[in-house]
């Protein structure tokens, strides 16, 4: 008899997103998202049950990498998440927040998900063409030729990561180690296309913060037998380098494919270490200075070599192979004979240093855009997340040479952003349906459902049950404490917004950002008197904004567009 | 009294099978389609609404189903589209062929169905039905498609001869065709991209040599970035290798390169060989040898201008080195493809290291406008300005998107609608007998095809229908070995046609040529205006008997009947072949083709055409087996628009847009489209016969037989099983 019934090994579901488990999901994924947020962001300790390696973090990439996501739908959110992240360092818990309170709001909603998604497009390319035009309220422009603004950036991006565990003193040393950093990759003579060097983090953990430390040119650690038995060097001009990626070891590679008979008596060995002492011999002939090698030298070689006051020192390792060849200017040899010269590079002077218990030999560049930063912090953990932080705060500031300017942080310019859409669409929705099959009453209803996503991302960055409000004419954030008296005389309660631009003695009116308000134009057009003034500013990164609030939206709308989920069981 | 009920078992499994399909892939149909969301087993997610990819994803284990989606992925094969399509029509074709066989115990049924059904149930043999599905695939439906259905066609291109392209009209068509395989916020800009794609790429001269190389190379031609947004993909002109380089040295002006498939260093022994050391000395003589010829060799490319070497395979450290220090750019490790597609774009074959040095030049090597790293979100690639040889002038598609499995939707979306492109500008082929009977009044279209194309689908079904493991099809020998004999005669028929076109000069018609096509109908029908004056389109029929050879765009030639004889006798299995033998008419071959480029809009067009005119061919048949099946086909054709309107209400319903167009249709009005966008019709067409293919695999099957192989699950095997 034939069969009847279809067999599915793989497990098909329809409208996924109605089922409990997934909004289960989807709630636990939001609230471990949003409890993290800000600079008063609870922490989690992620671990496995077997032991192990402990994590404690606020930050989005570290999170996401631990957690073990199975749910398919949380996976899309995750993985785009993560691709975000890898791409722009910043704003991943933002981005999080937001596509989780999209998909949360429009659910509530009893629209087709064509209405829907279309809608989302439009509001999405309103934010976006506003943050981009001139017009935009809440973004300055950025002066690469004043520290001040470029701080406020680093400290942004320091305070929002509560995990690296640093006092405010700690802050302001690293923020400023974080800056000189970045400032030393900058070419100096910077003309047309301009290649940024690189800044490479040098653990050392168990150290005060304090002792951090930016330092030019490369440091390459060594244990402390190894550097007494450098010889030091006393020249005056360069130092020749010869920078090797081949072994020196003596090896015989490749021979091909066929078979190499040795007779009796014939020694390979010595006929290469012939061929290395030749190769010695060449290096020396060459007033070569210094030997790095990225693999292993033969220690007769070696012990030739320094015999010859050249100093030899082998397994380097391929990471910092890159930035050898960049800072000295060699090519890397991958010859054992005739070495043609201008292979060697230089560099300006080569020391030991020793930091905390470790000891380090210090190449130090003629011309610097290589540089490294001596981190140290408290612990593992903590180190973990001070690195983290750095990178992202080196990257910030990457995007931001590139795009010069910077959004309003602490909050702000999401509330704007939502008071500025609600303003359009409620005074302009023609221009947004254009030929739309959409109606109004649909556009209301989204333009909500997208303005409260946005204003409750903000409202996640209260952890003390404190209130969030607004004003009412720049659309910016004020947080007051809790159980500050109700009905209180606003001004003396609230001091600065979130951004730290304007403070509270303007006549300003406020309302609960939870409470219903008439719309209202926010303030456009910064003033520029307004930047200047502010010292301490919060900052976010335009480009890393962008594409989070980009990316939310967009991987919004695809879970929102699946009709079945097809799992694969093998 | 089994097999009977096994054969009538398969058509009902078959129905379950593509109803649960059905329930899947119309989700995803149309421009109003969603998502699907399918998990790899490696725990990566893919969205999709392409129908092949989902039913692969399914991993179904019923043979039938097995065997559509066999079915389904052979036609995906060939042409990039219609894979849900494909779904709903087999299925509204099942769900008649079913409703036949309970005829009986439904009152409600149209009179005309009933007793044919009641035939059918007599006969109780699908393979019948099955043949007749063949006959008509073969020889009918292209006769209708040729003389009805051509004049509602429009042309693609703006000039027919040299089928050129405008960009309104191929935007019209990717729009349509992205609709339904991309998510709807991004089928215009995907569509756009496209569009920007295809045009960089052509140079005017170049036709489908084009769509063949990116076809076959698609994946080499695109680079995937995750982490930004969908908008920030991009068109860059030259190719862009996902390599960097092992060492790059920056160049300009007359740069030159090689392809080297093996290392440049020469190597103490090669395979096979022996090499023996006898001193230490001489080991020492070989390595400075090594050395000093690759030394010598670079040098020698560099004397030649070349800076850039691309390698199939990895070079030993000391070939980097001596390519660095002559200023020689090195790409590695190259995938056997793209060194094929860089041959192929410049038509440069592998550079061999000689074995003695001269001046004179390397002939291998080829200009290159530029070589440089690209970034892409801080991961480099190598970015090749290549100087094509070709009619394709290389350019790379950067495809970005928040995740992996978006991207690679796009980039599948993109590589089917090159396929859907590639087989739009081919022509096809249709050719047909007609054939006039003076002495009973009917007329009857006898078609074969010359293009050979559908009698490959017979073939591979039968090594389909075994692969299933655990599971066991076994056919009927006795239906196997019919239709081989058919097909061999079939066979026949082929070379026959294909000997004599050869003598004969071929012209390719003119689109939609409105007094064409009302000769061709009156050919067809002459006989039939007399006795059937009712039929309500007769009117349009104008009393007019032109000679066949008037027509300049078709070739007819008269057969001997001694010729018909001979051929017809050969196919005595098939019973409409011997009814002609019976008949002893004067018959008329004629060949012609749909010319690329054939489109109509989109919104289930084709569908109603072909439904229509089906309607009206089944009225004037009076063979039963060609009403039934002509009946059938043009019932379930309609399911493809009902689905497509299915979200539509009030005047752009299903049932007012299909009044309307038959009202059109009956009126000799041009049919209005309430949707903008063109779809292939050779796809379509193609589509059509696919299904019908597969039907009739799906027909002949008598009995499933599962076989439990794997011996260690013997403890599992219930005794039901074994049958």
Redesign the interface.
């Known amino acids: 008899m034939s069969r009847l019934e279809a067999k599915k090994p793989s497990l098909c579901k329809s409208e996924p997103l109605t089922t409990e488990r997934v909004r289960t999901t989807l709630s636990v994924f939001k609230r471990i998202v949003t409890s993290c947020y800000g600079p008063s962001g609870r922490l989690k300790q992620l671990h496995n049950g077997f032991g192990g390696y402990v994590c404690t973090t606020s930050q989005s990439s570290a999170l996401l990498s631990h957690l073990l996501v199975t749910h398919p739908i949380l996976k899309i959110l995750t993985t785009s998440i993560q691709n975000h992240v890898s791409s722009f360092s910043d704003c991943g818990l933002f981005t999080a927040i937001l596509c989780c309170n999209l998909i949360e709001n429009v659910q509530r909603l009893d629209l087709t998900p064509t209405t829907v998604i279309r809608l989302n497009k439009h509001l999405l390319s309103l934010c976006i063409s506003y943050l981009k035009s001139e017009t935009c309220g809440c973004r300055i422009p950025v002066d690469f030729g004043s520290t001040q603004i470029l701080l406020c950036f680093v400290r942004s991006v320091l305070t929002s990561k509560p995990a690296c565990m640093l006092t405010r003193k700690e802050t302001e040393h690293v923020s400023a180690l974080i800056l000189r950093a970045f400032l030393l990759t900058i070419p100096e003579n910077a003309e047309g296309h301009i290649v940024l060097g690189k800044s490479l983090i040098v653990p050392l953990k168990g150290q005060r913060v304090i002792d951090s430390t930016v330092l030019p040119g490369i440091l390459i650690e060594m244990s402390e037998v190894q550097l007494m038995r450098l010889l030091p060097i006393k020249k005056s001009t360069a130092l020749k380098v010869a920078l090797f990626c081949t072994t020196l070891s003596g090896d015989i590679s490749d021979t091909g494919e066929g078979t190499v008979v040795v007779s009796y008596g014939v020694s390979l060995e010595n006929a290469a270490l012939d061929q290395l002492l030749n190769l010695g011999r060449q290096l020396i002939s060459d007033h070569v200075d210094l030997v790095l090698c990225q693999k292993v030298i033969h220690p007769s070689l070696k012990q030739f070599l320094n015999m010859h006051r050249i100093i030899a020192i082998d397994r380097i390792g391929v990471t910092l192979m890159e930035p050898l060849t960049k800072m000295t200017g060699t090519q890397p040899i991958g010859s054992l004979g005739s070495i043609s010269p201008n292979s060697y590079g230089s560099v300006k002077d080569v020391c030991t240093a020793k930091f905390g218990s470790k000891h380090f030999f210090h190449l130090i560049p003629n011309e610097a855009t290589i540089c490294s930063l001596l981190l140290c912090n408290r612990n593992d953990t903590a180190w973990d997340e001070l690195k983290l932080t750095c990178q992202t705060a080196l990257h910030v500031l990457q995007l931001t040479l590139k795009e010069p300017w910077a959004l309003l942080g602490g909050g702000c310019t999401e509330t704007h952003l939502a008071a500025y859409i609600r303003h359009k669409t409620h005074n302009d929705p023609e221009s947004i349906l254009k030929d739309d099959e959409c109606t109004q009453t649909e556009l209301q209803l989204i333009a909500e459902a997208f303005c409260s996503a946005l204003e409750s991302v903000v409202g996640s960055l209260e952890h003390d049950g404190g209130e969030i409000l607004t004003d009412m004419k720049y659309g910016h954030l004020w947080s007051v404490q809790a159980d500050s008296p109700c009905v209180a005389n606003w001004p003396d309660l609230l001091s600065q917004c979130g951004c730290g631009l304007y403070n509270s003695q303007e006549e300003l009116n406020w309302s609960f950002l939870r409470s219903t308000r008439r719309p209202f134009v926010p303030q456009t057009c910064l003033p520029h008197e307004a930047v200047g003034s502010a010292s301490n500013l919060t900052l976010d990164c335009l480009t890393a904004k962008l594409s989070g609030l980009q990316v939310a939206v967009e991987t919004a709308n695809l879970i929102l567009d699946l009709s079945y989920v097809i799992e694969d069981k093998n | 009294m089994l097999s009977s009920m ?1 054969a009538a ?2 058509v ?2 078959a129905l ?2 593509a109803e ?1 399909l059905e ?2 892939v119309s ?2 149909v149309g421009p ?1 389609g ?8 490696t ?1 990566e ?1 893919l ?1 999709s609404r392409n129908g092949g990819r ?1 039913l692969e ?9 097995r065997m559509i989606v066999d079915c389904v992925s052979s036609h995906l094969k060939k042409t990039g589209d219609g894979a849900k399509t494909f779904i709903i029509f087999l299925c509204h074709l099942l769900r008649g062929l079913h409703a036949i066989t309970d005829s009986e115990k439904d009152p409600l049924m149209c009179e005309n169905i009933q007793t044919h059904g009641r035939h059918w149930k007599n006969c109780s043999q699908w393979k019948c039905i099955s043949q007749a599905l063949l006959t008509f695939q073969t020889q009918i439906l292209d006769g209708i498609m040729d003389q009805y259905l051509s004049r509602h066609f429009l042309s693609i291109f703006s000039s027919a001869k040299e089928k050129t392209l405008c960009r309104s009209s191929l935007e019209l068509l990717l729009e349509a065709y992205f609709c339904g395989r991309v ?3 991004n089928h215009k800009f995907i569509s756009q991209l496209m569009c920007d794609y295809f045009f960089k790429c052509m140079t005017c001269e170049s036709g489908i040599g084009v769509f063949e190389l990116v076809d076959d190379y698609f994946v080499e031609l695109n680079v995937g970035v ?6 920030d993909s991009r068109i860059i002109a030259g190719l862009v290798l996902q390599k960097d380089f092992s060492v790059y040295c920056p160049a300009d002006g007359d740069i030159r390169m090689v392809i080297v498939t093996e ?1 440049v260093q020469p ?15 001489q ?2 003589t070989s ?2 040898w090594i ?2 010829k690759t ?1 010598a060799i670079m040098k020698h490319l560099h004397s030649q201008n070349v800076k850039l070497l691309i390698s199939s395979v990895k070079q ?7 390519a ?2 002559n200023g020689i750019s090195v790409v590695e490790c190259l995938s056997s493809e793209e060194v094929s597609l860089i041959r192929r774009i410049i038509g440069l074959s592998p550079f061999v290291p000689p074995q003695a040095f001269s001046q004179c030049e390397i002939p291998n090597t080829a200009l290159v406008k530029f070589c440089k790293p690209l970034i892409l ?2 991961k480099r690639y190598v970015h090749l300005g290549l100087i094509s040889t070709c009619a394709f002038i290389p350019h790379s598609i950067v495809l970005c998107g ?5 991207i690679e939707q796009h980039e599948d979306a993109l590589h089917g609608a090159f396929k859907m492109l590639r087989q739009l500008f081919k022509d096809l082929d249709l050719s047909y007998i007609t054939q006039t009977n003076d002495q009973n009044g009917t007329s009857s279209l006898f078609i074969y095809k010359n293009s050979g194309e559908s009698y490959q689908a017979p073939d591979t079904g039968n090594g389909s229908i075994q692969r299933p493991y655990q599971d066991t099809v076994v056919e009927n020998k006795d239906e196997l070995e019919k239709t081989q004999t058919y097909l061999k005669v079939h066979s026949n028929l082929v070379i026959s046609d294909v000997e004599l076109e050869t003598y004969i000069p071929y012209s390719t018609p003119t689109l939609t040529p409105t007094d064409t096509f009302q000769t061709v109908e009156t050919l067809t029908c002459l006989s039939l205006e007399r006795n059937r004056l009712t039929d309500y389109y007769e009117p349009l029929l104008k009393n007019n008997s032109t000679a066949y050879s008037t027509r300049g765009n078709r070739i007819e030639i008269s057969y001997e009947n001694l010729q018909v004889t001979n051929i017809t006798g050969k196919g005595s299995m098939l019973p409409v072949s011997c009814k002609l033998q019976n008949m002893g008419t004067s018959q008329s071959y004629l060949s012609s083709s749909m010319p690329a480029g054939c489109v109509l809009p989109v919104g289930g067009n084709f569908e109603i055409l072909l439904h229509y005119y089906l309607l009206n061919y089944a009225k004037k048949c009076h063979q039963s087996e060609e009403t039934m099946v002509s009946m059938i086909i043009a019932n379930a054709l309609l399911g493809i628009p009902k689905v497509l309107y299915k ?1 539509k209400t009030g005047k752009y319903s299903f049932p007012h847009t299909y009044i309307r167009a038959v009202h059109a249709l009956q009126t000799n009005q041009p049919l209005v489209s309430s949707q903008t966008g063109l779809e292939s019709v050779t796809g379509k067409y193609q589509l059509l016969t696919s299904v019908l293919q597969c039907l009739t695999k799906i027909l002949t099957i008598d ?2 037989i ?1 076989v439990k192989r794997d011996p260690q699950k013997v403890h599992n095997q219930d005794s039901e099983d074994e ?1």
């Open positions: 096994a078992g398969s009902k499994a379950q099978v649960v329930a899947i989700c995803c109003e969603r998502q699907v969301l399918c998990t790899k087993p725990g997610v969205l989902l994803a399914l991993h179904l284990e019923h043979p039938i189903a998510g709807r916020n995750t982490g930004l947004p969908v908008s290392t190597l103490f022994s090669t395979s096979g060989s022996e090499f023996i050391l006898n001193s230490e000395a080991f020492q390595q400075f050395m000093e030394q030993p450290d000391l070939v980097i080195y001596y660095g220090v979100r801080s928040p995740l992996q499995g978006l979200s009995v499933v599962t049958l």
